[in-house]
């Protein structure tokens, strides 16, 4: 939580999801995600194709999490 408060880290997180230089990589930054973000929900469907089984389940509850937030 206090990772998130920091100013810019969640732009941060989102550019690791959409441009990181590993699989595994955008996999972290998948399981630490909750926002609506530009790019965010298209960058996630691209590692659920592409990702480890693991990395499949971090998007899948990504995915998730920002079903529930309505805002």
Do not use: Y
């Amino acid at each position: 939580m206090r990772i998130m408060e920091l100013n810019g880290c969640l732009s941060s997180i989102v550019s690791v999801l959409i441009n990181g230089l590993t699989t595994e990589a955008r996999e972290n930054a998948a399981a630490t995600l909750i926002t609506d973000e530009c790019g965010t929900v298209e960058s996630l469907a691209l590692l659920l194709k592409e990702g480890t089984p693991r990395g499949k389940k971090d998007v899948v509850t990504a995915l998730f999490n920002l079903s529930t937030h309505t805002d």
